[in-house]
């Protein structure tokens, strides 16, 4: 299998860090959204990352889309998401509520490298959303009293989160008080000292979009 994109994208690294923890071999291509666009068009005419071409030539777009694959052939062993049932559903609601984080972080991340003036009503209304959710997993994170949000065992809520964490972290520092959410500082820190974490990582490195 080939994962195409940069580590530095929240949902690229999940799919990756999902795939080791899986035991699943694949060929990176960290190819930019922005410098490699034609490239990624020939798999992917989004031109949008995570894209996963699987062996036979199909290729499956959108994090969320691959790790449903990527869980069908891991099949039971060690499954990072519950099959069926209230908790498959409180899981997903995490990582909804993660991916869509980090995907205000990456629209601020935009807004000021792309744009001469940034829309001050934009900016408010995406830190607004962050903050919003960081009010909502803190509490639930915090009154589980588990090392991973399900148990024991890392997932793709807490996957989903740290990443999501670490991007808006580099977006914008100020985005992320560990101070202010404590149970989610620790989520953080605990995933990102296992392996996966360690090997699958990219400092955010700001989009240098093509000349026309």
Known sequence: MILIGQYDSPFVRRVAIAMRLYGMGFEH?????FRDADEIAAFNPLSRVPTLVLDDGEALI??????DYLDEVAGGANPLIARSGPGRRKALKVCALA???????????YERVLRSQESEIWVERCRAQIGRVLDVLEPDIAARGTPFWFGDAIGHADIAVACALRFVSEADPSLFDRTHYPALAALSARCEALAP?????????PPKPKAL
Do not use: H, N, T, Y
């Not at 991916?99 to 991340?109: F, H, P």
């Not at 974490?197 to 490195?205: A, D, G, M, R, T």
């Open 62 to 67: 959108e994090s969320a889309a691959i790790l």
């Open 197 to 205: 974490f360690q090997e699958i990582v990219q400092p955010l490195s």
């Open 29 to 33: 291509r960290p190819w930019s959204v």
């Open 99 to 109: 991916i869509g984080m980090a995907d205000k972080g990456v629209s601020l991340v």
